[in-house]
Nanobody
Framework: QVQFVESGGGLVQPGGSLRLSCAAS????????VAWFRQAPGKEREGISC????????YYADSVKGRFTISTDYAKNTADLQMNSLRVEDTAVYYC??????????????????WGQGTQVTVSS
């Protein structure tokens, strides 16, 4: 069974940090891109970061560039999102996702095929 499970969400004060982790089971990340999306209440889902498996290239939305870092650990079959300098506007449910095919390249304009259940991140004082 193909499955993504996110963890690491929680409540943090503005300026704080969190590290989200996405564990894959039923498939290997070696040949797949992994993306992180988020959705805040009343807002559209936003693709915020992605890492390609074919060349390790990364993508960051302007809203998180310089603050978030995506990485993968192929030995553990996980993908992490390190979030620093968190802001109130980063509050959202965060999801990891991937696409089948596409040779491990990020496809942020294409609906992902596999999604995790999401983890809540709340930034509040």
């Amino acid at each position: 069974q193909v499955q993504f499970v996110e963890s690491g969400g929680g409540l943090v004060q503005p300026g704080g940090s969190l590290r989200l982790s996405c564990a894959a089971s039923g498939f290997t990340l070696d040949y797949l891109a992994v993306a992180w999306f988020r959705q805040a209440p009343g807002k559209e889902r936003e693709g915020i970061s992605c890492i390609s498996s074919n060349d390790g290239s990364t993508y960051y939305a302007d809203s998180v560039k310089g603050r978030f870092t995506i990485s993968t650990d192929y030995a553990k079959n996980t993908a992490d999102l390190q979030m620093n300098s968190l802001r109130v506007e980063d509050t959202a449910v965060y999801y990891c996702a991937t696409w089948s095919g596409y040779s491990g390249r990020c496809q942020m304009d294409v609906e992902a095929d596999y999604w995790g259940q999401g983890t809540q991140v709340t930034v509040s004082s």
